[in-house]
């Protein structure tokens, strides 16, 4: 193998060295002619830049023969973190969320019942006056009627002699006509004379208790406690007998109507969907109506009466009444006519109920159940009833598995997860 000038160490037969050991013996050569020829310093100029790109090349040539190769290694993949819920049966009452507005129980229509001049009016009869039962409202001028009574009380006591006397005539008769001192003619005659005085007697007082109701006519007082929807009279105006005056509801009975869909009936008992009612012996379902009233949260507690029983056409819901009795609530704050409520009404308690967020039901009514390997795997089950944030499952899960809860898109059946408790 070739040196150079130097002297050194010898090339090794490896490719790269090889190349570079043949330049450097090619610079050898070329300095040795150089020199013998004389001109030694030009070809010197010449031939090192060549020498070096050669050697540039050799080393790269080297680097990329003599790098270390690469080992691929497979990695587990990383299991996706999940929150698990742990499968509790329960007892649950059921629930019907439903609205409607507030309507009166009771709602009167009130009408002259005699002829009269409007004398006085209540200060409450008023649009939304509030008035007690027994209160009174209205008064006519009662002077025709006061006269109406006087005669007919006259009447009644010109129909009372006459029957006294009557019925004396009447006896003395008999009793003539049994000692044969009077013929039966007579005795007919003061028979007649008493059953005609009699009934004299008996219209003499019907008069008399009509002019009595006429007189108290005049007057009207409250039904029952309430407020006044609308009135239509006003002082010194003549009511014709059966001139409307108002219009009143009850403030103390009040109902709601709330529909609701046929299916959540298998929410409530059994009763309401076969009869409409409550059963005698059965306390009627409690309803808690809220509203936001008079910008505070407010709250009144009712009870569900019946069921209307015919589904809408249109809607294709039913309908059933809950009752308001205790008006005023614990804030004292009274629940008013119109106002927009939502109803909560307690249905029936159903046992071993598995209660699920609703973010944890997928497509076709299935869960994932995380098994003791951390793997989830689905699970078909059935729901008993759903709502916008929570799933009640009556089968499909057995206490103390857990499911899945955490919102995943994509999911294998057998996946490896990491379950956060």
Not at 104 to 109: A, D, F, G, I, K
Not at 231 to 237: A, C, P, R, S, V
């Amino acid at each position: 193998m070739g040196r150079y000038s130097g002297g050194s160490r010898p090339c090794t037969p490896n490719a790269p060295r090889l190349l570079l050991c043949a330049s450097l013996s090619l610079w050898n050569a070329a300095m040795s002619k150089s020199q013998i020829r004389g001109y030694g310093h030009t070809v010197k100029k010449a031939i090192a830049p060549l020498v070096v790109l050669i050697a540039a090349g050799m080393a790269y040539i080297g680097l990329v023969a003599t790098k270390p190769a690469l080992v691929s290694a497979a990695k587990e993949p990383m299991p996706i973190t999940v929150r698990a819920l742990e499968v509790v049966p329960q007892s649950r009452q059921l629930m019907v969320i439903s609205q409607g507005n507030i309507q009166p129980r009771v709602e009167t229509h009130l009408h002259a019942q005699v002829d009269g001049e409007v004398k006085t009016v209540a200060p409450q009869l008023v649009t939304g006056g509030e008035f007690l039962a027994g209160d009174r409202l209205l008064s006519l001028d009662d002077r025709d009627f006061q006269i109406a009574l006087t005669r007919a009380g006259a009447s009644l006591d010109r129909a009372k002699a006459e029957y006294r006397y009557a019925r004396e005539e009447y006896a003395r008769i008999q009793s003539l006509h049994d000692q044969a001192l009077a013929s039966i003619a007579q005795r007919q005659q003061a028979e007649r004379a008493f059953a005609i005085a009699n009934a004299n007697v008996k219209d003499a007082q019907a008069t008399h208790e009509r002019a009595e109701l006429d007189l108290t006519r005049t007057v009207i007082h409250a039904p029952f406690n309430g407020r006044v929807r609308a009135e239509y009279i006003d002082e010194g105006q003549y009511l014709q007998k059966g001139a409307a005056i108002a219009t009143l509801y009850d403030t103390d009975r009040l109902e709601v109507r709330l529909p609701i869909a046929d299916a959540q009936l298998a929410y409530l008992p059994l009763a309401y969907a076969n009869t409409g009612v409550a059963q005698k012996n059965d306390a009627p379902a409690t309803v808690v109506l809220s509203a936001r009233y008079a910008g505070q949260a407010q709250t009144w507690t009712g009870t569900l009466q019946r069921t209307e029983g015919d589904i809408s056409s249109t809607s294709r819901y039913l309908h059933v009444i809950a009752e308001v009795t205790q008006t005023t609530n614990d804030n004292g704050v009274q629940l008013p006519v119109g106002l927009f409520v939502e109803a909560k009404i307690s249905g029936k308690v159903v046992d071993a109920l598995v209660s699920i967020p609703r973010t944890a039901l997928r497509a076709d009514n299935r869960v994932m159940v995380i098994d003791s390997s951390d793997r989830l795997h689905f699970r078909s089950v059935v729901v008993y009833k759903a709502s916008n944030e929570e799933i009640l499952l009556s089968s499909g899960l057995d206490a103390g598995e857990r499911i899945n809860v955490s919102p995943l898109q994509f999911v294998v059946e057998g996946m490896s997860v990491r379950v956060i408790e």
